[in-house]
């Protein structure tokens, strides 16, 4: 079973910086340097919405209120996909979640609660 699992949520101040992780594991072609993989978020009553999403050979596209602050990359190594967030503004509270395309089937992990707060 193909398994997501993100972490690096919490509560920051505006401004401030957070790095999301997501790491994966399961059969041997749940492997993210060769698959579509992407951050999403939703926050309460709305749909969920693209935040970034790269594409096996490096291809990446950002939502326009996110762009020039955060930063998707991966980790071949670790099987990890990351979210470095900066300068976070209270509209980017929201529970973000993380999918992987593997062999034309979309997985999603848990989610992980970013509240940006005063």
């Known amino acids: 079973q193909v398994q997501l699992v993100e972490s690096g949520g919490g509560l920051v101040q505006p401004g401030g910086s957070l790095r999301l992780s997501c790491a994966a594991s399961?059969?041997?072609?749940?492997?993210?340097?060769?698959?579509?993989v992407g951050w999403y978020r939703q926050v309460p009553g709305k749909e969920r919405e693209l935040v970034a999403r790269?594409?096996?050979?490096?291809?990446?596209d950002y939502s326009g209120s996110v762009k020039g602050r955060f930063t998707i990359s991966r980790d071949n190594t670790k099987n990890t996909v990351y979210l470095q967030m900066n300068n976070l503004k209270p509209e980017d509270t929201a529970v973000y979640f993380c999918?992987?395309?593997?062999?034309?089937?979309?997985?999603w992990g848990q989610g992980t609660q970013v509240t940006v707060s005063s």
């Open positions: 790269m594409s096996h050979s490096g291809t990446i």
């Open positions: 399961g059969p041997i072609f749940t492997i993210f340097s060769i698959s579509a």
């Open positions: 999918n992987g395309n593997f062999r034309g089937f979309d997985h």
